[in-house]
């Protein structure tokens, strides 16, 4: 399921929102100093990249899918791009400084991935977990969106708790010093735009393409209905842990 996103590589950064500025100063101060690089897992088409350039360090983004890695590398030439799966990757000898992840970890094997990041880290070295999670500002307008989807495919899709990856990586044992921050703000999304958001969704990729096109009329009849916007309340978690050294 990790490869169907690029399906979807050439819209996903524009219909995805972006990662808040701070997140490079909350890295930066847990990590203590500007490290000298900063490898990316599941970067996809660079929207936490971006973000995570600001972290002032050389850039490696492992990338698997190469729909997704070519419009990385289109969009960010001096990043260096892996097209592997985080599984595949041989980290350098003594590990990485920085390892991140953004929207992605719950695509690497669970069996493995705390102690893959793990061993992928240099002694001391920080693990940077991050992701969104969305919600509505107005209660009402998320019932009746949510009304919306179930009523073109009654199949429910289970949504995370916020956050949800720390408790991993705290259980794992492999990390100390783990902390959490929170970021949130309003992103108000015209009919179009969300509908555009909806169709870079995993559970909407899943489903058949009659399936795809009844859920987005659903939903953009239910956002017409609002007056053409409705108003996402985007939750950022950052999860911070520290490889022993």
């Known amino acids: 399921m990790a490869d169907v996103f690029g399906e979807v590589a050439a819209s996903y950064d524009d219909a995805r929102p972006g990662y808040p500025p701070a997140l490079a100063g909350s890295i ?26 600001a972290v002032g360090a050389p850039m490696t983004c492992v990338e698997p ?25 041989p980290p350098p000898p003594g590990g990485v400084p920085v390892l991140a992840c953004a929207m992605a970890w719950h695509w690497l094997d669970p069996a493995t991935r705390c102690a893959r990041a793990c061993d992928a880290l240099a002694p001391g070295g920080t693990l940077a977990v991050l992701a969104h999670c969305y919600d509505y500002v107005d ?3 998320g019932a009746a969106i949510r009304a919306a989807f179930e009523s073109a495919d009654p199949v429910g899709q289970a949504d995370r708790p916020d956050g949800w990856f720390g408790a991993e990586i705290t259980a794992s044992g492999l990390f100390t010093d783990v902390r959490t921050e929170s970021f ?13 958001l909806v169709s870079t969704f995993s559970p909407q990729l899943r489903r058949p393409p009659a399936l795809r096109e ?3 009329a659903a939903v953009g009849a239910t956002v017409d209905g ?9 939750r950022t978690t950052l999860v911070l842990a520290r490889r022993p050294g």
């Open 28 to 53: 930066l101060a847990y990590h203590g100093r500007t490290p000298s690089r900063l490898v990316e897992v599941g970067a996809g088409t660079g929207l936490a990249t971006r973000a995570l350039l």
């Open 65 to 89: 899918d190469p729909r997704m890695a070519t419009v990385l590398a289109a969009r960010f030439p001096a990043v260096e791009v892996v097209p592997v799966r985080f599984e595949a990757w």
């Open 139 to 141: 209660p009402a307008q």
């Open 184 to 196: 949130r703000r309003d992103e108000p999304l015209s009919t179009a735009a969300y509908q555009r």
């Open 214 to 216: 009844r859920v987005l």
């Open 226 to 234: 609002f007056g053409g916007t409705v108003t996402l309340d985007l």
